[in-house]
């Protein structure tokens, strides 16, 4: 007999003590199998073994009723008494090869991995699939280990490429950080887990289906949605610096050709010029800030820009994050003055663990915060001093984050975390005004969307890669959005009727409405580091 095909996507863990009051048991897993549940493990510690098989063999009608299949933590006699499709065992309980020679040959055995020598022993042993975690702190069990976040569990993940060995990360996961959690977790190459393992966010719910659809909702958006929908075709050509500058007026006539609504939740310094460039791009603005219009919203949305300078609106920027993720829209994170503040730090860190950022914009000072270096200080929203080697530093910081980083400064660095782009335009009038850096992040912003447009209509033509430089790689978006508003200053301070600060930002407007691939052929000064 072969072994059952089994789909982790969707892992609930119960927990018996954790339900509401009034909520039954079989009825809350029931609720939780409607909702879209792929797995159930049984785990009860503190039961004796009769209570334990009795709880086991209801869970396994309820189960089949389904078509889903059920695991028992740890006994494996219970296992093979009602007849379950494997065990699930911990560091401290029975070793895989015990359990393999007890059970049946079909039978799935999973193993709990806190380190990489825990995966090594498992992928040894034959384990099926590792539970990867702790990812968050919990509170439905004492923990041995810190918590490793999704980039931990990443590391835990990248032995297992190649291999039939499945992975699902465990503890804290919840519906609003699930899409981060999977993002997160994906190794530089490409290689994903195969699904989260949920207790308290299911079994703690009065509403269980509900609960349970949100998170397969979110999941189901993810595995829609390859992590490398915003990169680069396999068959593009190499980088080179004219072909920067040539995707950058690409990307700008795709903006033109698709108008794409650009949501941007912005500090309310710089709303109006936001959406005025916006504009002169030749996409549309939208500044919308509620969460209630979030869901809605992305997926009308070519990309989402969360500027939180004004550090207000954050359930709206949760939500918003949240939802683009889910509708694969790029999401362009300015922390701006990240630094200055405890407050805007743990609020920028809380929305980096609620979504997958695409972009991350800012200077030296508020990279450097998020980065936790000392190297550079901020100075409220500026910032002092500047990076040894920046182009490391970009090329780490988006490795850290898995998305495009974005430094501004005299000197613009953009990387994707393998190439590393420096953009030297623009002119000393750009800090001479209120929101230039607030400014770049749109045009960022509206380069994603353009991409992410241009890239959705190939996909709906079946229109062939081969060749394809342009289409959906944000790496190229974001360097042409860099591109737009520092070569439009050269411009804009060039013309005559410019004779300061207070000429210069209407000018700057004009010239993002006027410019065409032949500027930044032109005027760009690109190279590849």
Excluded at 52 to 72: E, F, G, S
Excluded at 171 to 181: D, E, F, K, P, T
């Amino acid at each position: 007999m072969a072994k059952p095909a089994v789909d982790y996507s969707l892992y609930l863990v119960t927990g018996r003590d954790l339900l509401p009051p009034g909520k039954d048991y079989l009825e809350s897993l029931e609720e939780a199998l409607q909702g879209g549940v792929t797995l159930v493990q049984v785990r009860e510690k503190t039961a004796d073994t009769g209570e334990i098989l009795d709880i086991a063999r209801q869970t396994k009608a309820l189960c089949d009723r389904y078509n889903v299949p059920l695991i028992i933590d740890d006994r494996v006699d219970v296992a093979l008494a009602v007849g379950a499709a494997g065990v699930h065992l911990g560091q401290t309980d029975m070793p895989v090869p015990v359990a393999r020679a007890l059970l049946p040959p079909h039978a799935v055995i999973g193993k709990t991995c806190n380190t990489a020598a825990h995966v090594a022993a498992a992928l040894a042993d034959g384990a099926d699939y590792v539970g990867l975690g702790p990812v968050w702190g919990t509170a439905t069990k004492r923990i041995a280990h810190p918590p490793a976040g999704p980039r931990g569990i990443a590391a835990l993940l990248a032995p297992l490429a190649g291999t039939p060995v499945r992975a699902v990360a465990i503890a804290g996961i919840n519906a609003a950080n699930v899409l981060h959690c999977l993002w997160g977790a994906t190794t530089p190459d490409g290689h994903t887990l195969d699904g989260v393992a949920v207790v308290s966010d299911i079994v703690a719910s009065p509403e269980p289906r509900a609960a349970a659809q949100r998170l397969s909702t979110a999941i189901r958006a993810f595995y829609a949605a390859p992590h490398h929908t915003f990169a680069r075709a396999p068959s593009a050509p190499p980088y080179t610096a004219d072909a920067l500058k040539a995707a950058a007026g690409a990307i700008l006539a795709d903006i033109k050709r698709f108008a794409p609504l650009v949501h941007q939740i912005t500090n309310n310094v710089v709303t109006t010029q936001s959406a005025n460039a916006t504009l002169a791009l030749g996409g549309s603005p939208i500044m919308a800030t509620a969460p209630q219009e979030m869901a809605d919203l992305s997926r009308a949305t070519g990309a989402l820009l969360v500027n939180f300078g004004t550090i207000q609106n954050l359930d709206g920027m949760l939500e918003a994050g949240r939802h683009a993720n889910m509708n694969r829209k790029p999401v362009v994170f300015d922390p701006v003055g990240v630094g200055a503040t405890a407050y805007r730090r743990e609020s920028a860190q809380g929305l980096l663990r609620a979504w997958q950022a695409t972009v991350i914009k800012g200077n030296a000072g508020e990279l450097a915060a998020l980065a936790d270096s000392a190297e550079v200080q901020a100075k409220g929203v500026d910032s002092v001093g500047g990076f040894a080697d920046p182009a490391r530093f970009v090329r780490d910081l988006a490795r850290a984050h898995r998305c495009i980083v974005v430094l501004t400064g005299v000197v613009d660095w953009v990387s994707d975390g393998t190439h590393v782009a420096r953009l030297a335009n623009g002119h000393a009038l750009l800090g001479a005004i209120t929101g230039s850096g607030c400014m770049v992040g749109t045009a960022v912003a509206a380069f994603c969307a353009g991409a992410s447009c241009a890239a959705a209509a190939a996909r709906a033509a079946n229109a062939p890669e081969d060749g394809a430089l342009v289409r959906g790689d944000m790496f190229l978006a974001a360097v042409g959005g860099v591109l737009a508003v520092t070569v439009a200053a050269e411009l804009a301070a060039a013309r005559a009727d410019v004779q300061g600060s207070g000429t210069f930002l209407p000018a700057l407007i004009d010239e993002l409405g006027r410019l065409g691939a032949e500027d930044f052929m032109q005027r760009a000064n690109v190279a590849l580091v």
